[in-house]
């Protein structure tokens, strides 16, 4: 298996070597995982531009010794060395690295980036804006409604659980579906390297499956079917699932993620620069703003399926412990908290000199007027050509 995975792995990175060594600069992203093996791996990325459009490129995948500054940059450095053994100057084209925010990574004592620096004075170091997204989207949803917030997290990690460890509750669910006439999609693990996705995933087949999973948490409870563990989750699942605040809840964040998810979607496409990045936030804001003058999408069709004796698709709810009033208060105040942290996290995006120097190359900022074009930008490329001249004069 080895030997198959090395053979794979080199044909993915020989795809790669070309664009690596012909290109002019270099910027590098970097990310950890821990494998199956328990193993700690750093994969790199590098950024190059391909034809005149930029483009991001598979690098290597390493297995690093610890993670720490020192372990990191070795693990980063073998995988950049490993794309030609008889070595090529790839620190000489380096002009940026981009990663999460993790101290070991952006850290200014003793990091990845410091460590760098001192090798590359004139790399410019950058936070990943989908890993902001998301811890910004993270802190606003913890900081309001905290107890539904971790409910709703409580019952799709006990959802995946229950059928995951268990080929006969997910056998039963498949027929149970079959005899529903429903297409059975498996519960979606809600841990991984990108937080929302999964959320949003997971959200989304609860929401499809909603009726199956019920049905079958009943059955599974009036048949005696299981462990003591199997028996307490099949009890306890669809007291939330029928609790009339907690699906209200989880319709209204389903609308909030598909925006932050295809916000994060935007910023991860490789044309996309600081530009494109700040105009699709501003875009996002407005949609998430747009929700609290009308429900959005999935919030809509929840109200909507409500009968007159409180029943959403069959299944008896709870009455709502709040108003209209305060429910709607509630979801605009959580979507003022999520535009605000946010922007919080991103507020610094483009605030270094070098970036904002840089600007001057994105139509956008053009002005309008004739005259003010013959000068525009003269005193911002001057210091991008002193600042980068170690690359423009090698």
């Given at each position: 298996?080895?030997?198959i995975?090395?053979?794979?792995?080199?044909?993915?990175?020989?795809?790669?070597?070309?664009?690596?060594?012909?290109?002019?600069?270099?910027f590098?992203?970097?990310?950890?995982a821990?494998?199956?093996?328990?193993?700690?791996?750093?994969?790199?990325?590098?950024?190059?531009?391909?034809?005149?459009?930029?483009?991001?490129?598979?690098?290597?995948?390493?297995?690093?010794?610890?993670?720490?500054?020192?372990?990191?940059?070795?693990?980063i450095?073998?995988?950049?060395?490993?794309?030609?053994?008889?070595g090529?100057?790839?620190?000489?084209?380096?002009?940026?690295?981009?990663?999460?925010?993790?101290?070991?990574?952006?850290?200014?004592?003793?990091?990845?980036?410091?460590?760098?620096?001192?090798?590359?004075?004139?790399?410019?170091?950058?936070?990943?804006?989908?890993?902001?997204?998301?811890?910004?989207?993270?802190?606003?949803?913890?900081?309001?409604?905290?107890?539904?917030?971790?409910?709703?997290?409580?019952?799709?990690?006990?959802?995946?659980?229950?059928?995951?460890?268990?080929?006969?509750?997910?056998?039963?669910?498949?027929?149970?579906?079959?005899?529903?006439?429903?297409?059975?999609?498996?519960?979606?693990n809600?841990?991984?390297?990108?937080?929302m996705?999964?959320?949003?995933?997971?959200?989304?087949?609860?929401?499809?499956?909603?009726?199956?999973?019920?049905?079958?948490?009943?059955?599974?409870?009036?048949?005696?079917?299981?462990?003591?563990?199997?028996?307490?989750?099949?009890?306890?699942?669809?007291?939330?699932?029928?609790?009339?605040?907690?699906?209200?809840?989880?319709?209204?964040?389903?609308?909030?993620?598909?925006?932050?998810?295809?916000?994060?979607?935007?910023?991860?496409?490789?044309?996309?620069?600081?530009?494109?990045a700040?105009?699709?936030?501003?875009?996002?804001?407005?949609?998430?703003?747009?929700?609290?003058?009308?429900?959005?999408e999935?919030?809509q069709?929840?109200?909507?399926?409500?009968?007159?004796?409180?029943?959403?698709?069959?299944?008896?709810?709870?009455?709502?412990?709040?108003?209209p009033?305060?429910?709607?208060?509630?979801?605009?105040?959580?979507?003022?908290?999520?535009?605000?942290?946010?922007?919080k996290?991103?507020?610094?995006?483009?605030?270094?000199n070098?970036?904002?120097?840089?600007?001057?190359?994105?139509?956008?900022?053009?002005?309008?007027?004739?005259?003010?074009?013959?000068?525009?930008?003269?005193?911002?490329v001057?210091?991008?050509?002193?600042?980068?001249?170690?690359?423009?004069?090698?």
């Open positions: 298996m080895q030997a995975h090395g053979v794979h792995f080199r044909d993915i990175q020989s795809n790669s070597i070309a664009l690596l060594k012909n290109a002019r600069v270099l590098i992203m970097f990310d950890g821990t494998d199956v093996a328990v193993c700690e791996n750093e994969i790199v990325y590098a950024h190059v531009v391909d034809e005149k459009a930029p483009r991001n490129v598979f690098v290597s995948i390493v297995n690093i010794e610890n993670a720490h500054a020192e372990g990191v940059l070795a693990g450095v073998y995988g950049m060395e490993s794309v030609d053994e008889k090529w100057h790839w620190k000489e084209k380096l002009i940026a690295m981009g990663s999460d925010g993790a101290s070991v990574n952006l850290g200014k004592r003793n990091s990845v980036t410091k460590h760098l620096k001192d090798q590359i004075p004139h790399l410019v170091a950058m936070h990943c804006v989908s890993h902001r997204l998301e811890l910004g989207a993270l802190d606003a949803m913890k900081a309001k409604d905290a107890k539904v917030f971790l409910d709703l997290i409580s019952v799709l990690l006990n959802l995946h659980k229950h059928y995951h460890y268990s080929p006969k509750a997910l056998r039963e669910l498949q027929l149970l579906a079959e005899a529903m006439e429903e297409k059975m999609i498996k519960p979606v809600l841990q991984g390297t990108r937080w996705p999964h959320l949003s995933s997971s959200l989304e087949v609860l929401l499809k499956q909603y009726c199956t999973f019920v049905a079958h948490f009943e059955n599974t409870v009036e048949g005696k079917i299981g462990t003591v563990d199997v028996q307490s989750r099949a009890k306890n699942i669809p007291k939330h699932l029928k609790s009339y605040d907690l699906l209200h809840y989880m319709h209204f964040l389903k609308d909030v993620l598909s925006v932050l998810s295809e916000l994060s979607l935007k910023f991860q496409e490789d044309r996309s620069g600081l530009p494109e700040l105009e699709a936030l501003e875009t996002a804001c407005l949609q998430l703003v747009a929700q609290k003058q009308r429900p959005g999935k919030l069709k929840f109200i909507d399926a409500i009968d007159d004796n409180g029943k959403f698709l069959g299944v008896q709810l709870s009455k709502p412990t709040l108003t009033d305060r429910l709607k208060e509630r979801q605009n105040s959580l979507i003022d908290l999520v535009i605000d942290h946010i922007n996290r991103m507020g610094d995006i483009d605030s270094g070098i970036l904002k120097d840089m600007q001057v190359f994105y139509p956008v900022n053009l002005p309008e007027m004739e005259q003010e074009i013959t000068v525009f930008g003269e005193s911002e001057t210091t991008l050509c002193e600042y980068y001249a170690p690359v423009l004069n090698r």
